[in-house]
């Protein structure tokens, strides 16, 4: 079991390379994607481990409080995004805002409900685990969950379930509240922008571009004789050319880790220039 779950871990997150979990735009369509994805890694494992013709009370512990719960939270977490995304209204970003925000109180139900397991299982404690994560424990006292009587007694304590939930719903929360901040930053881009006189350029290349040109500026000291924030640099062109340009720094991080061309929009940059200028010169 210890060789078997690494190999599925690392599929999983090569699968996940190719969305943005830092970001908050995760479509409809990754999302319905991961989800069936998923549910095959959790098949494969629950195949794999009922198979198994022996195992450790340890073993069984750890596979249900570590191991399935790590990939059915992921399932349970693009799941959500999946009926989030579908279900949002169409309409201004103060209503889309006003609804992930319903959504992150709704998250409070769940821990709510669940306080006890919550604190044991976030103090990583260990001495109801027999109990939590063992098939066919379950203390009744411990006020079991009904949900236990229609999840697969085979491949199920209950909590394991209980366990990926908190996974998804501490995923979710960064997730939501990553898209209401997006969406209150683009209300004040449009307020700051209604003060502007007859302001209609809008950036039409990356934010990464954009990223480029907002370090370059506040580093090379022609603003305020380089005493100014990086913040108030991005802020000024996000107003003045209607982006958003969310995490910079982690785009600038980004752009800092590029191998070959680290500033390919600055030589692009340099490179329209001299064009212009050739052209000027050969008229």
């Known amino acids: 079991m210890i060789d078997f779950y690494p190999k599925i871990s690392e599929k999983i997150q090569t699968e996940l390379q190719s969305i943005d979990l830092e970001g908050c735009d995760i479509s409809i369509k990754d999302s319905v994607r991961m989800v069936k994805y998923l549910e095959d890694c959790l098949s494969e494992l629950r195949n794999y481990f009922l198979v198994l013709k022996s195992i450790t ?7 249900f409080k570590e191991i399935k719960p790590e990939v059915l939270g992921l ?34 139900y769940f821990f709510e409900r669940n306080l ?22 379950a203390n009744h006292e411990l006020c079991v969950d009904s949900a236990q009587y229609i999840l697969d007694p085979l491949f199920s304590t209950g909590y394991d379930y209980k366990v990926a939930k908190i996974i998804c719903n501490e995923m979710l929360r960064i997730y939501l509240n990553k898209k209401k901040h997006s969406l209150e930053k683009q209300i004040t881009i449009k307020k700051s922008r209604e003060l502007l006189p007859n302001n209609n350029l809008k950036w039409t290349g990356s934010k ?54 680290r500033t390919p929009f600055l030589n692009r940059l340099i490179e329209a220039l001299i064009r212009r200028m050739d052209k000027d010169d050969s008229e």
């Open 57 to 63: 009370l340890k073993e069984e512990i750890v596979f």
């Open 208 to 261: 990464a571009d954009a990223t480029e040109l907002g370090y370059s500026i506040r580093n090379s000291g022609v603003i305020n004789n380089g005493n100014v924030d990086i913040k108030e640099i991005m802020n000024f062109l996000e107003v003045s050319f209607d982006i958003d340009l969310g995490d910079y720094y982690r785009t600038y991080v980004a752009i800092k880790s590029r191998k070959k061309d």
């Open 75 to 108: 399932l349970l977490y693009f799941n959500k995004i999946h009926n989030i995304e579908l279900k949002r209204p169409i309409g201004s970003n103060e209503t889309q805002s006003e609804y992930y925000d319903k959504e992150l109180k709704s998250l409070t």
């Open 116 to 137: 006890d397991f919550h604190q044991y299982y976030r103090a990583n404690s260990t001495y109801l685990d027999e109990c939590y994560f063992v098939r066919g424990k």
